[in-house]
């Protein structure tokens, strides 16, 4: 899989957005691994510490700071560099902040998403661009089952409701303007962990961040079922998605769900209880009577498209997961005690890389 990804991105200029982030900084490691020229354009790190800061990432691309919701910069950008594919990860992406920032997570999320498919318009130079979402993107109905492509989009809090009208853009954009060679894939994915993820609000990181400072681990809603994934695995599929599309164009112009196996969504309890076990020491705390703003509590994907059609499965189980994200913790806590060469962070994430590379052997759902 490897060698096909290098085939596809190799010697490619590739725009990421957001690349300052979580995801980003992991996809524009992996990218550059591949052989990808990459152009980032995103706000400032927005946590600190910052997995981007951390593995110095900026040093290594074209690091430019830019909000996706000014056009005329965003635009300026796409026509200097002219990218081939372009991966769309800008966002407000914390549910309980959109409570707080309403208008400011539409004006990024849907203003945003709008900019960046505006300023990529009668680019024929642009092959495939690929749109991050989520997984909280559906009406939800406490189904046991998971959400189909197909199924109704809709969002009862802020966050949620922008990430279906960015839905909603990206299709509307895709059948009125990007019939030709340009191609647009959405890409459906949540609940991702991984080493590196400092964002408030957040379960894993929230518990890491508690471990790391010896103080328990307050969980908002301990029963709530979450398809939780490790990072690489998402992001190998927003690369496969895109080479798709870069080799066979609108066949794959459609949106696609990225999920864990579906027996193996696991309760925040026990994701926090498994943290603790791998860091050595610790406890949690359950603080769910003082969250106003209650999440889901059921919240499934099905994955069957990606897997039949884009041979795509994911590679860790939840517990694999946790455990490799336990083990960057490590490495950074360790890192941050006992400073070593520079680079050395950035070493951590591409073994990563590369360790879940040689554990690519896709499981079939049972």
Same mark, same amino acid.
């Given at each position: 899989m490897q060698k096909e990804l290098k085939e596809t991105f190799y010697g490619k200029t590739v725009l990421v957005t957001g690349h300052t982030g979580f995801k980003g900084t992991w996809l524009t490691i992996w990218l550059q691994e591949l052989g990808a020229k990459v152009i980032g354009y995103s706000l400032e790190p927005p946590t600190t510490p910052s997995i981007f800061e951390i593995t110095e990432t900026a040093e290594t691309m074209n690091h430019i700071i830019g909000d996706v919701r000014d056009l005329k910069k965003l635009s300026q950008t796409i026509q200097e560099? #002219?990218?081939e594919v372009i991966f769309h990860l800008a966002a407000q992406p914390i549910v309980l902040h959109s409570f707080d920032q309403p208008q400011e997570t539409f004006s990024v999320n849907v203003g945003g998403t709008v900019n960046l498919l505006e300023a990529s318009r009668n680019n024929d130079f642009i092959k495939a661009i690929v749109i991050i979402t989520t997984d909280k993107v559906y009406e939800n109905r406490e189904w046991?089952?998971? @959400?189909?492509? &197909?199924?109704?989009l809709g969002g009862n809090d802020p966050y949620s409701a922008s990430k279906a009208m960015a839905e909603m853009a990206a299709d509307s954009y895709r059948k009125s303007f990007f019939t030709g060679s340009t191609a647009i894939a959405t890409a459906r $994915?949540? &609940?991702v962990i991984g080493g590196g993820d400092f964002s408030d609000f957040r379960l894993i990181p929230d518990a890491m961040k508690a471990l790391m400072n010896r103080k328990p681990v307050e969980v908002r809603n301990p029963n709530s079922i979450r398809p939780? /994934?490790?990072v690489l695995d998402p992001l190998r599929g @927003? +690369?496969? +998605? $895109?080479?798709? +599309?870069v080799q066979d164009g609108q066949m794959f112009a459609e949106a696609w769900n990225f999920g864990p196996l579906e027996h193996e969504a696991i309760s925040a309890q026990r994701m926090v209880e498994k943290s603790i076990e791998l860091w050595g020491d610790g406890d949690w705390l359950d603080v769910s009577s003082l969250d106003a703003n209650a999440e889901t509590n059921l919240l499934r994907l099905n994955w069957d498209k990606a897997a039949n059609r884009l041979d795509w499965h994911p590679v860790y189980n939840w517990e694999i997961a946790i455990a490799e994200t336990i083990d960057w913790f490590k490495e950074f806590e360790n890192y941050s005690q006992n400073p070593k060469n $520079?680079?050395?962070?950035r070493e951590v994430c591409v073994s990563h890389?590369? #360790?879940? /590379?040689?554990?690519?052997?896709p499981r079939k759902r049972s």
């Open positions: 560099h #002219k990218p046991v089952w998971g @959400y189909r492509e &197909n199924d109704v $994915a949540g &609940n939780w /994934m490790h @927003y +690369l496969t +998605l $895109a080479s798709c +599309l $520079a680079g050395y962070m890389v590369n #360790k879940y /590379m040689q554990n690519f052997q």
